[in-house]
Every structure is written in structure tokens, then in C-alpha cells.
């Protein structure tokens, strides 16, 4: 079942170290049975005279020397509260609905009203000179009269006691800047902080706004360094682009030359093989042709001697004997036509075509050459950009040089400030502080 406000307050209260007013982390039990944080009983052992140190609670002095016994039952409470409050607050800054009315303030001057709640208006200024809240009726002499003008306003405080010190009951008024704690008069008066760097409330803001200002400077000189240097590489990712652009241009140029080129060498190669065929070609035609006309007068005289063979009259068959013998021995005794040797004679087709192929490769290593010529331009050949990167160089050498003066005014300024240094200002919550004593 979840809790109300009112018990969660309570519960708070009851898990609070009294020294650092946080929730107990590591609690441990002196003899007389009240419970601190580790890291304050730490503290208060290092401020302890002739190694005792007085409980802030019941002002019992104990041995700083002694054991001290952790509360592992209260550790547990406390981490649970602790988790459970972190749950709350993650639910309620993803925007989910906290169910549980906020912790209210009510004016400390007006009466109780009749709604039955038993409580006033709300309050919207608590006075920490006077130690009340107010509400916008009764914070007015605050606001107006002379007289309240010294007493600090502040947003509404339901728990005081966060604002005072638990060992004298006193408000906070200033600050060890050696130790990082809240004091109030009796603290500097007893003496425990001698020889310390103790400063009021009001200056200690000052300091370290001042010392936010210079870091804040530091800042803003960077985030324009950072921006300049991304618009510098904006530059230089277009120029690229634009580049990248071209090369694609002329690298299509290029290809569709190359593929003329190369077509033009191809057909001449097909030129070239076209007339050596052509030559070639004639010369077995008129072979074959001198070869037919042996095939056909052969046939003729094969055709007679079996015409005379199949004659049966011996007087015709002597007869047409006499007449044709002769002729066809004539036919028979003619010597055939017996061609050269079929070889293929490709030298004078090889040196053609080698020639072809070197006036191609002289013209594209030519066009290859102007193509990267017109790529790679030497940006050094141009003397205006040449001067534009000297005149870059000097503006920045002058940047580097107003810097590193701003560094050294910012430095000195530093020097003459409490706050020296970025570490005392990184250590400045409790909780870090407590953490780098467990370290």
C-alpha cells in the first residue's frame, strides 16, 4: 500500500543523518546509540580534541578511537527509501502521473481556516532571518519596508532544520571554503575552524559565480572553436562533393571516348582482316575454277569411252573408234592443274594490325593523360589560393596567440580568486564529497 506524503515526511525525518541532513548512507552506531553517516562520523573524528569526539545528538563524549558498530537494518531502510524516492522522481520526469499530493507550505501568520484541514493559505516566501512562511498578503512589509530589506527571502520551507546548525541551532550564515561546510556564528566563534577561509553565504555565491562566469567563458570560446572547425570540415565534405561530382562527369566522358576509340581500332582490325580474306579469297577462286574445267574434259572422255564400250555393232563401234580415239587421248595426255601448297601467309595482316594497335594506344594514353591532367590540378600551381591558406594560417596563428593572452589573463584571475582550482568546485554536494572519503 503506498504511503501518504505526511508518512513519507515522517519517514524522512527519521532516516536523516543530523550532520549532513541526507539520507543515511552507511549509518554506524556510536556507544550512546545514535546513528550517522560513516563518512560525518569520519569528519567529526578529524575535528575531535585529544582523540574524543562529542556526539552532535546527546553531546556525549566517546573514544575516536573506538569501533563503531554499522546499523545494517537501518542501511537497508535507508537504501530502500533511497531507491524508492529515485523510482518517483525518474516517474515524474518521464511525464508519468505521481499519485500522492506534493508536499505543502502554509503561512505561519494566518489563522486556520473552516475547511476543515486545519491548516492556512499556502505560503510563497519563507524569511530565514524571522524563521516563518509567508504567504503573498503577510510577505508584503518584506518586500516594502526598509526594515526587512537585510532579511533573505527564499522559496517556501516546509523542514527548517535543513537550513540550520544541528549542534547550536543556529541558521546558516557562512561557509569553510576549506572544509566545504555550512557554518553558523557560534560554529566560528568556538574556534574549530581557525585558520580556515571562512566567508559569508553571500560572498561564497559571488565567488563561485565569478568562478562560473570565467568557466562559463572558457565554454563559449570552445563551443565557437568546435563551430568553427565543423564549418571548416562543412567546407572541405562540399568542396569534396562538388569534386566527386566532376569526377563522375568527366570519368563518363571519358569512358564513352575510351569506347570510341576502342571501336574505331576494332573496325579497322575487321578492315584489315576483310582485305587479307578478300586477297585470299580471289586467288582460291581461280583455282577452283582451273580445277573445274580439268573435272568437266575429264568427264567428257570418261562419258565417250563407256559410250563406245556399250556400242555391239562391230562396224559402227570401229567406225567411232577411228573418229574419236584420237581426240580423246589429246584430252587424256593434257597435265592436270595441281595448285601451290594451301598456306596462309599472315605476316603483312601482323604488322598491319600492330600498327593499328599503337596508334590506339598512343591516342588513349594521350586522353588518359589530358583526363588525370584535368582531375588532379595542383592547387599550388594557383597562386591566389596559395595566398587565401597563407592568410587562414596567419588568422589562426592570431587566434592561438589572443587565446593563449585570454589564458593567462584568465589564469592570473584565477590566482587572485579563493577558488584555484577546478577540483575544490567538482567537490562541492555532499554526496561526492562523502564518496571521495570512502575512496
Not at 542501511?75 to 515524474?92: K, L, M, P, T, Y
Not at 571548416?232 to 569526377?247: A, G, L, M, P, S
Not at 595426255?333 to 593499328?356: N, Q, R
Request: aromatic letters at 8%; a negative charge.
Amino acid at each position: 500500500m503506498a504511503t501518504s506524503a505526511g508518512e513519507s515526511s515522517i519517514l524522512e525525518e527519521e532516516l536523516t543523518c543530523p550532520v549532513c541532513l541526507d539520507v543515511y548512507r552507511d549509518p554506524h552506531l556510536l556507544p550512546c546509540g545514535h546513528n550517522f553517516c560513516l563518512p560525518c562520523l569520519r569528519r567529526l573524528k578529524n575535528r575531535s580534541d585529544h582523540g574524543r569526539l562529542r556526539c552532535p545528538e546527546c553531546r556525549q563524549s566517546h573514544r575516536s578511537s573506538a569501533n563503531w558498530q554499522k546499523n545494517f537494518k537501518l542501511a537497508n531502510i535507508a537504501d530502500g527509501f533511497r531507491r524508492r524516492c529515485q523510482s518517483v522522481h525518474s516517474n515524474q520526469i518521464r511525464g508519468e502521473p505521481f499519485h500522492g499530493p506534493a508536499e505543502e507550505v502554509h503561512c505561519d501568520y494566518c489563522p486556520v481556516d473552516g475547511s476543515g484541514d486545519g491548516k492556512g493559505p499556502m505560503a510563497v516566501k519563507t524569511c530565514l532571518k524571522c524563521e516563518v512562511s509567508m504567504c503573498a498578503k503577510h510577505v508584503q512589509p518584506h518586500l516594502e519596508l526598509p526594515a526587512f530589506r537585510e532579511h533573505p527571502l527564499v522559496e517556501p520551507l516546509n523542514d527548517m532544520k535543513k537550513r540550520k546548525c544541528l549542534e547550536h541551532d543556529e541558521m546558516f550564515r557562512y561557509y569553510c571554503m576549506d572544509e566545504r561546510l555550512f557554518l553558523c556564528n557560534a560554529c566560528t566563534i568556538e574556534g574549530t575552524h581557525n585558520g580556515h577561509c571562512i566567508k559569508t553565504l553571500k560572498n561564497t555565491m559571488k565567488d563561485f559565480k565569478i568562478y562560473l562566469d570565467i568557466q562559463l567563458h572558457k565554454a563559449n570560446r570552445k563551443i565557437l572553436k568546435a563551430e568553427k572547425n565543423r564549418l571548416e570540415q562543412k567546407e572541405i565534405e562540399r568542396i569534396n562533393k562538388v569534386y566527386r561530382d566532376d569526377t563522375e562527369q568527366h570519368l563518363d566522358a571519358f569512358r564513352v571516348t575510351s569506347i570510341a576509340h576502342l571501336d574505331a581500332f576494332l573496325s579497322s582490325l575487321r578492315e584489315c582482316v576483310s582485305t587479307y580474306d578478300v586477297e585470299i579469297c580471289s586467288g582460291i577462286q581461280q583455282n577452283l575454277s582451273r580445277i573445274a574445267e580439268d573435272q568437266t574434259r575429264l568427264q567428257e572422255v570418261h562419258s565417250g569411252f563407256e559410250r563406245l564400250l556399250q556400242e555391239n555393232d562391230s562396224f559402227q563401234f570401229i567406225k567411232d573408234y577411228n573418229l574419236s580415239m584420237k581426240r580423246y587421248q589429246r584430252q587424256l595426255k593434257k597435265p592436270l592443274f595441281f595448285p601451290d601448297e594451301p598456306t596462309v601467309d599472315t605476316e603483312p595482316l601482323y604488322e598491319t594490325m600492330e600498327g593499328k594497335m599503337e596508334e590506339f594506344i598512343a591516342e588513349l594514353r594521350q586522353h588518359g593523360s589530358t583526363f588525370i591532367s584535368t582531375l588532379c590540378i595542383c592547387e599550388g600551381e594557383d597562386g591566389e589560393e596559395v595566398d587565401d591558406d597563407d592568410e587562414y594560417e596567419e588568422s589562426f596563428d592570431d587566434d592561438d596567440d589572443e587565446s593563449d593572452a585570454e589564458g593567462e589573463e584568465m589564469r592570473s584571475e584565477e590566482e587572485e580568486e579563493p577558488l584555484s582550482t577546478e577540483s575544490e568546485d567538482e567537490e562541492y554536494t555532499p554526496e561526492e564529497e562523502e564518496d571521495g572519503e570512502n575512496d
